[in-house]
């Protein structure tokens, strides 16, 4: 049974920080992707930023400079350093794993498993 669970959501000052944690079991998670994605109340899900199985990274321009994303030692961890947060940055945050072995999308149509997401509230 694939899992992925997200943590480290919780509510800020504009300016502060945040770590996002995505801890994954049940699956192979080395050679795939890892991806966040964030979704407001009646919007699409938004890709935020991805990691692929060399380290390579992409990142929306919306948060490029402000966050990170990186593996843990294990490669079974993800993580979203995020930084000088803004209001606008304010919604759930999912982490998702590709669908296929090698790729760096970006789409959320190309992910297959998915977390039950974390809050992240960002006030001015």
């Known amino acids: 049974q694939v899992q992925l669970v997200e943590s480290g959501g919780g509510l800020v000052q504009a300016g502060d920080s945040l770590r996002l944690s995505c801890g994954t079991s049940g699956r192979t998670f080395s050679g795939y992707a890892m991806g966040w994605f964030r979704q407001a109340p009646g919007k699409e899900r938004e890709f935020v930023a991805a990691?692929?199985?060399?380290?390579?990274?992409t990142y929306a321009d919306s948060v490029k400079g402000r966050f990170t994303i990186s593996r843990g030692n294990a490669k079974n961890t993800v993580y979203l350093q995020m930084n000088s947060l803004k209001p606008e940055d304010t919604t759930v945050y999912y982490c998702?794993?590709?669908?296929?072995?090698?790729?760096?999308?970006?789409?959320?149509?190309?992910?297959?498993?998915w977390g039950q997401g974390t809050q992240v509230t960002v006030s001015s």
């Open positions: 990691i692929g199985r060399n380290a390579g990274t």
């Open positions: 998702a794993r590709s669908s296929h072995f090698g790729d760096l999308p970006s789409g959320s149509d190309e992910y297959s498993y």
